[in-house]
Every structure is written in C-alpha cells, then in structure tokens.
C-alpha cells in the first residue's frame, strides 16, 4: 500500500505529521487512514494524530496540532526559550478558562487556566527539539506565569530562570515590567529582581 500524493504533500510540509481533521480536508477519510494504519504506511501514536513510520514523534508538536488553543507555558516555555535546563518531566500548557481540560491532565500534561481577554498575550513561536515550531509564550510572559503561579513550582527554578533572563542579550526589561502590570505581579517582580541585582 502506497501514500496517496495528497496525503504525502500534507505530511511533508508538517514535518511528517499529520491530524485526522488535515486527512479529512484533504478527501482522505478516516477509514482510509485506518487501513493505512494497518498496512504499515502510517503510524497512530495519539488519538487524531498520524505519522511516517519510524519517525520520532515530536509529542509537543503533535498535541497542539490536535488541540491548537493550547499555549506551552511554565516549565515547558522556560525549557523552550533556554532558561532552564531541566527537561519537563509533563508539558505545562495554559488554556482559556472553561475549555474542557480533563483529557489534558490525562495524558499527564500540567495544565493552568487564564482568563479568555488574557490567553494570548504575549504569545510567539519556539522550535521544539524535533525542529517543529510550536506556540509558547514570550519569555518575559513566563517569568510573570511562573511568579503568579510559584507556589506550584519550583523556587530555584524559578530563581535560576530570572537569573539567566537577566543575562541574556534578547531580554526586554520594559517588556517585562509592562507584562508584570497585566498580570499584577509587580512588586514581586521587583523584590526577585532587587535580590538578583
């Protein structure tokens, strides 16, 4: 059994993944996709997610393309933007409030909720270790996530994450200090920054 030259196309220009809903647009259905399951040509490592076989599944990746709302946050943006080196042992995602989160924690991901007006605030875009590009937020909208939500994280890791901020030639102090008004935490900013300076 062969890749249909659509379905192919697709994958190629998604680093060889590919959602049901994508394969769907396409004129691929689901039953299609399931006998090429079968055969050997696709592999299913998640529900809604289709890969080339014996190709790594880049997990961060193929999770938003399922669930686009999802924004990496916390642990996960600091480890994405290199301010942390300790690998995230569960993806940290921030999702409006009210969206459905249950099969999120499921799949073990730690998962914070914002406010709708809020959710993509200081947004971007990192590239995973796999070479996908992924939404995350800025990293100066992480330090403020992190100090907002520190009594579930780490203290050093949080410490260590402002200090190499503080080094780093990509840094925006305005920008932080603006993001830290939004999300009123200021003059917690200020005490760590105080005691790193």
Same mark, same amino acid.
């Given at each position: ?27 691929? #259905?689901? @039953?299609?996709?399931?006998? &090429? ?8 490592? $998640?529900?809604? %997610?289709? !890969? ?20 990496? #946050?916390? @642990?996960?943006?600091?480890? &994405? ?8 042992? $569960?993806?940290? %995602?921030? !999702? ?102």
């Amino acid at each position: 059994m062969t890749i249909p030259a659509e379905l192919k196309t697709i994958l190629t220009q998604n680093g060889n993944t590919i959602t049901a809903a994508e394969a769907n647009a396409a004129g691929i #259905s689901n @039953e299609r996709l399931r006998l &090429l399951v079968q055969g050997g040509v696709l592999e299913h490592p $998640s529900f809604g %997610v289709y !890969v080339l076989p014996h190709d790594f599944v880049d997990r961060m990746y193929a999770i938003q393309k399922r669930r686009p709302k999802i924004i990496y #946050s916390h @642990e996960t943006a600091l480890f &994405l933007h290199d301010l942390t080196d300790r690998d995230p042992i $569960s993806y940290a %995602v921030t !999702v409006p409030t009210g969206y459905n989160t249950v099969k999120l924690r499921k799949e073990g991901f730690t998962v914070y909720t914002i406010k709708r007006d809020l959710h993509t605030v200081g947004t971007t875009e990192a590239e995973t270790m796999f070479g996908h590009t992924v939404r995350v937020y800025t990293m100066e909208r992480t330090i403020c996530d992190c100090l907002r939500s520190r009594s579930r994280m780490d203290v050093t890791l949080l410490t260590n994450a402002l200090r190499r901020y503080v080094r780093r030639k990509d840094k925006n102090l305005n920008t932080l200090m603006k993001m830290a008004k939004t999300f009123r935490v200021e003059q917690l900013l200020h005490r760590y920054m105080e005691a790193l300076l």
